[in-house]
């Protein structure tokens, strides 16, 4: 990234006031190191980190050094200046570095010279300027004649001092890494009975070797004097840095990924027995001497539960893995946990354990965790992102057919839970990997390639593996079945959408947008829900919106009640400051959306402001969204008396008429992101003649494992189609009993759709697969599917060779493009 100063802002920077760049910097030092254990050995970049929960200072700043270890925190008049600007945005990011000593640093120091370097959008440039200006710091910028003494990667990049080239350091780790062949390995045979594929052998293979093998992390090197470098962060040490034992396994989803952990898990298993019976002769191997607990520990979402257990009952000998589910009731005793092979757990236990002092799965040093479907952390603020980051672990898996799903700092979570150093930093993250990408710069696009090369496997069926190889795979065709809307359907369209537009321009700039999100979310929910049923949208739009842009709740009650059934009636709403489904849904005097816990967290800040419009609040200032009442779930509520069906609805039944007579015994899967529509299909659908199952969210993982099981159990009576929702039934579930998959509605994220299409076309397929869009022509899904050919972009050229431009999260732009206004 090329740094700049606010004087005369470059071009580019000035073109698009979401970028950011470099302002210039502060010096000053790193205080209060006597209370810390972390240490800083030579130059290095340390992290900074805004506290804003700090008992002592609200204004406080921390440090960290590249093992993310606090080494103290910066001078409590600097934070004063600095911590409200970080807090209110308007410095996107501050970064610090220790400068290059002549002398060797005292391990016992109390303090250390620091350079903090400040980014900011150029828009509020001169606000900060003024900020530092007016607290008497002088900001050392781009035309200062001291700004040559920056240390920063950003301005080393630039002027290429030395010979420190970060772009060839980058490629060297990819190319070293990639010339280490992969050899096959079987899986113990006194567990696992299955045969493996050949590429599962060589996944299996793969994982040993990074186990069990000695080498360096990536940019470590030993020194002349005995010592050892990291080349990146000239991070020196006397200590051997520890191998980097685990990585990503990314395989395409449906390749049989559990079945290699589960191998891998075997060998660690038959490995103990030859541990235990070495131990009765009088010499043992040295590599089978390993001492402490041999317990891997799984964690993945309910859902996928189910998937493990059925792959452990169908490919492993009975008895030969001790498994425990630390699920509802379980033990709070480590020893005993420590007697198991496996234990599954879920993400959201995790999170809720967190805090909790008596939780034995934070104390247990595991022998391995291995994280299932591991996009689930993509949060790096979420609850249950930091608990199974602060895991005591010795081998660490990130598991996942889709580590990219929006854009690449979904990555950044997944290398701080592997402790990838120094891209467990977030500004390390930021600084080399994620401002390069967001430019567009093919630097950053070839250095996200070569790290992900360094730790990762990945190989993608239509690719790596085929029809041809040893999986031979029945082939998965993707159509698009376009819909014409019936005149009256299009005229409730059209009208809904020009409310949209209205609104959109009546905001006008984007704060206003921003301020107004929940509005411009309603509209754009609406209009993706009258492209299947107008039965699903209700038609008195006008009654939800004030006259003035921003209403108060409190004093409308029916409002608070609309935007609940916003969250419930979007399968895909987040809470804009965690990104997940909001959990206790709180919404605020000014109409926004969030968690319980995370508003709460804001109000205990400094700020104590809306994130999105920063409106001032107080806790009267919240409110608990009322539980929505949903009509009958049997299929038999009042909407669908003697209504007319839809016209998508019309072009399924179509669909799957035609493809019953082709095959009687076929069955196909229906995938909606709206539960409401899964209801409304159930009784078309049997007047028809099918017999329907559904599966959706608010089922028990007990309910849905019934549901799956009665969907894959054959027979002229079973069950021919499955309606699913995206969520319930996007990861870790096996419906390789239907050969036809009906995407009804489309997502904005298309890992969550391919998740959804590997349900059905994976290992155990038999036929082959089909899978139908339902894209209704001139509307809102058109512009979806031009939205995920974007992200399709980003993550193919991640781990490939293509270029392309990064995605940030849905902003202004793209609402924008929803409405049709670009």
Known sequence: MAASSSRGAPAAAAADDNETYLLGFLISKIVGMRYYHGKISGREAVGL???????????????????????????????????????????????????????????????????????????????????????????????????????????????????????????????????????????????????????????????????????????????????????????????????LKGGIFADDMGLGKTLTLLSLIGRTKARNVGVKKARGGKRRKVEDAEEGSRTTLVVCPPSVFSSWVTQLEEHLKAGSLKVYIYHGERTRDKKELLKYDLILTTYSILGTEFEQEDSPVKDIEWFRVILDEAHVIKNSAARQTKAVIALNAERRWVVTGTPIQNNSFDLYPLMAFLRFQPFSIKSYWQNLIQRPLEKGNKTGLSRLQNLLGAISLRRIKDIDIGTKSTVDLPSKTVLACYIDLSAEEREYYDQMQQEGRNKMQEFGDRDLILRNYSTVLYFILRLRQLCDDVALCPLDMKAWFPAN?????????????????????????????????????????????????????????????????????????????????????????????????????????????????????????????????????????????????????????????????????????????????????????NLTAASTVYLFDPWWNPGVEEQAMDRVHRIGQKKEVKVIRLIVKDSIEERILTLQERKKRLISSAFGKKGGKDEKEMRVEELRMMLGLD
């Open 549 to 733: 842009s921003i209403e108060d709740v409190s004093k409308n009650p029916e409002l608070l009640k609309k935007l609940a059934s916003l969250v419930d009636d979007g399968d895909d709403f987040d809470c804009p400051i965690c990104l997940c489904p909001p959990t206790k849904t709180i919404i605020t005097s000014c109409t926004h959306i969030y968690c319980q816990t995370c508003i709460m967290k804001i109000l205990k800040s400094s700020s104590s402001r809306c994130p999105i419009c920063r409106r001032t609040l107080s806790k009267e200032d919240l409110f608990l969204a009322p539980e929505v009442k949903h009509p009958d779930e049997d299929g038999s509520s009042n909407l669908e008396s003697d209504r007319p069906l839809s016209s998508k609805v019309q072009a399924l039944l179509k669909l799957l008429k035609a493809s019953q007579n082709e095959d009687p015994l076929s069955k196909s899967v229906v995938f909606s992101q709206f539960k409401q529509m899964l209801i409304l299909l159930e009784s078309p659908l049997r007047k028809a003649g099918f017999k329907t199952l559904r599966l959706d969210g608010s089922m028990s993982a007990k309910k849905r494992l019934q549901v799956i099981q009665e969907f894959t159990h054959g027979g002229p009576d079973s069950p021919t189609v499955l309606l699913a929702s995206l969520k319930a039934a996007g990861a870790g579930v």
């Open 49 to 243: 980190v805004r506290q804003p929960l700090n008992t002592y200072d609200s204004n406080a700043i921390a440090v960290f050094n590249a093992r993310n270890e606090q080494v103290g925190h910066l001078p409590g008049a600097l934070a004063k200046v600095l911590a409200p600007l970080l807090d209110s945005h308007l410095i996107a990011v501050a970064q610090g570095i220790v400068p290059r000593s002549g002398s060797k640093i005292n391990p016992n120091a109390y303090n250390l010279p620091c350079q903090v370097h400040l980014f900011a959008r150029p828009a509020a440039a001169a606000v900060v300027e003024a900020a530092l200006h007016e607290a008497g710091l002088d900001l050392i910028h781009a035309d200062h004649p001291e700004f040559a003494l920056s240390q920063a990667a950003a301005v080393m990049e630039r002027t290429k001092k030395g010979d420190r080239d970060v772009d060839k350091l980058f490629s060297l780790v990819g190319k070293k890494e990639g010339e280490n062949q992969i050899q096959p390995m079987d899986p113990p045979g006194d567990v696992v009975l299955s045969e493996l594929f050949g590429h599962q052998k060589e996944a299996l293979g793969w994982m040993v070797h990074r186990e069990e093998s000695a080498d360096l992390p990536p940019f470590w090197q030993e020194c002349e004097d005995g010592g050892f470098e990291n080349v990146l962060t000239n991070q020196k040490t006397e200590n051997r840095p520890p191998p």
